[in-house]
């Protein structure tokens, strides 16, 4: 069990670019959820896959944020034509079922986004 | 709508003293309970979880929550701080609705907590 793991940790990019975060979760997990963490807040919930299937997505999730789980295991998150209001930190994390059948949640370090 | 407070921004504890860090949650339903916790920079830890059973939780590092349903609360407590524990601290409600969401959590902005030697 390697945990969950995010890439890049660190990413300063200037407003109107675009970035791309990758995550790997716990091997055989089946579901994937994204996070956003703000300076002195707690994690607001983003968005969470089944599989390859998107189940759900927050209102935090605006049009230029686009979450992809192509084969079931990684995933990427990527925000277009960044804003200095995306800077935060982005959180994965991965559980082997739903919360309903008591699984527990994991969180990977995390990837830090600077809009500049 | 479900939502978690922790009343306490920061707090400042001895070494070797009690902590109990504050936790109150808005559900309807039985609620499945979290406590978190965050070193620096870093990413979240789980301490311990309430599904359902007994209403007192042991977690790792000498942690344990009571989860409390007339007082809607889930504090954690721990009878020893030690220094290691300087951190900060997310309590959460998983949010499992028919008809809504199957699994994401809702966390309170956290308490930041301090150890004096």
């Known amino acids: 069990d390697t945990g969950v793991s995010q890439d890049p940790r660190h990413k300063i990019t200037k407003r109107g670019q675009n970035v791309t975060f990758r995550c790997d979760p716990i091997?055989?997990?089946?579901?994937l959820y994204w996070y956003r963490q703000t300076l002195g807040q707690g994690p607001e919930f983003l968005t969470y896959?089944?599989?390859?299937?998107?189940?759900?997505k927050s209102r935090l999730l605006s049009d230029r944020f686009s979450a992809e789980r192509p084969k079931g295991s990684f995933s990427t998150l990527e925000i277009q034509r960044t804003e200095q209001g995306d800077s935060a930190m982005y959180l994965c994390?991965?559980?082997?079922?739903?919360?309903?059948?008591?699984?527990?949640?994991?969180f990977g370090e995390g990837s830090w986004l600077t809009v500049v | 709508a479900q939502s978690v407070t922790q009343p306490d921004i920061h707090i400042t504890v001895s070494e070797g003293a009690s902590l109990e860090l504050r936790c109150n949650y808005s559900?309807?339903?039985?609620?499945?309970l979290f406590w978190y916790v965050q070193s620096p920079g870093q990413g979240l830890q789980l301490l311990l979880k309430?599904?359902?059973?007994?209403?007192l939780v042991q977690g790792i590092k000498g942690f344990e929550a009571e989860f409390k349903r007339s007082q809607s609360s889930f504090n954690l407590r721990k009878p020893s701080v030690h220094w290691s524990d300087a951190a900060e601290y997310f309590c959460?409600?998983?949010?499992?609705?028919?008809?809504?969401?199957?699994?994401?959590?809702?966390f309170g902005k956290g308490t930041k907590l301090s150890v004096k030697p």
């Open positions: 091997s055989e997990h089946n579901r």
């Open positions: 994390a991965s559980s082997p079922g739903t919360l309903v059948l008591g699984n527990t949640i994991y």
């Open positions: 896959f089944q599989n390859e299937a998107q189940l759900e």
């Open positions: 309430y599904f359902s059973g007994d209403t």
């Open positions: 959460a409600v998983g949010a499992v609705n028919y008809g809504g969401s199957q699994g994401n959590l809702i």
């Open positions: 559900y309807g339903a039985t609620p499945y």
